[in-house]
């Protein structure tokens, strides 16, 4: 599967974001599908994800309460909603897939996006 992530940009704290992951090929729903983002000089970490069918999400608790993951498998498509930004927020944000249940470490996921960079101003 092949994914691009959009939708990253310059916003206000306290404003919203809404990113996009657009994954190609008939397979889509049978992936588990996470956000992980990436700031500068810091290790890629864990932000949400969700399984095949949208009935298990898991959201990192820095940003639980905040951020939401979607999907929409008719448009396969990934979306995560952030809300109340805050500039510890800023990173290049990427998405992945992975067959299996829902994890947050990185290693088991297996296909990645380019990444959409997201800066939050103070």
């Known amino acids: 599967v092949q994914l691009q992530a959009f939708g990253g940009g310059l916003v206000q704290a306290g404003g919203s974001l809404r990113l996009s992951c657009a994954a190609s090929g008939r397979t889509f729903s049978s992936y588990t599908m996470g956000w992980f983002r990436q700031a500068p000089g810091k290790e890629r970490e864990f932000v949400a994800a969700?399984?095949?069918?949208?009935?298990?999400?898991y959201v990192a608790d820095s940003v639980k309460g905040r951020f939401t993951i979607s999907r929409d498998n008719a448009k396969n498509t990934v979306y995560l909603q952030m809300n109340s930004l805050k500039p510890e927020d800023t990173a290049v944000y990427y998405c992945?897939?992975?067959?299996?249940?829902?994890?947050?470490?990185?290693?088991?996921?297996?296909?990645w996006g380019q990444g959409t960079l997201v800066t939050v101003s103070s």
């Open positions: 992945a897939a992975r067959r299996g249940p829902v994890v947050v470490s990185i290693i088991w996921y297996d296909y």
């Open positions: 969700i399984n095949w069918s949208g009935g298990s999400t």
